[in-house]
């Protein structure tokens, strides 16, 4: 590459949506995405990280940051620095939150979404349905891993609740 050339930018788009039941209730399932203490635990100490900082404040406007690390069992380089950086947009209590939010490892950009959780009733439990938009740079883990790394937070909050 000639001096004074920069190299080639990519970005790759997806989209997916995830429908899960849960036996608890709307209100309870809300809750734990609106609790520092509870959505610290089952969203930002996770197995396979190393939380270094977790901040959140609930509100639209408000900003949720996380600074960790990945341990040896992931797919990025162990110790490799990672930041998640939220805005709430949205917030109907109960019913629905609609967040931004952007990642980067290493420093570099990483990938920024769109993503929408509405918590509806269904029996005695709560529908989620979790959808989002993403935009994945240079080097992006794409939507399918995205999409698989979802799940797995999802599971957690399963055990966050109690099922």
Not at 90 to 113: C, E, T
Not at 120 to 127: H, Q, S, V
Request: net charge negative.
């Amino acid at each position: 590459m000639s001096a004074g050339m920069l190299a080639p930018r990519t970005v790759t788009h997806g989209s997916f949506s995830i429908d899960r039941v849960f036996r608890a209730l709307p209100a309870r399932v809300f809750d734990a995405f609106q609790d520092p203490a509870k959505k610290r635990r089952w969203f930002a100490e996770g197995p396979g990280f190393h939380l270094d900082s977790f901040d959140m404040d609930f509100r639209v406007g408000g900003k949720e940051t996380s600074r960790f690390r990945f341990v040896a069992d992931k797919p990025i380089e162990e110790g490799t620095p990672c930041h998640n950086d939220t805005v709430y947009l949205d917030i109907v209590p109960g019913s629905r939150i609609v967040i931004a939010y952007s990642m980067s490892f290493g420093g570099a950009p990483f990938s920024a979404s769109l993503a929408t959780m509405e918590f509806l009733a269904e029996g005695t439990g709560t529908r989620l349905v979790f959808t989002e938009q993403a935009a994945f740079f240079e080097g992006g883990d794409g939507i399918e891993m995205r999409e698989q790394g979802t799940r797995e937070l999802l599971g957690q909050l399963a055990a966050e609740l109690g099922e």
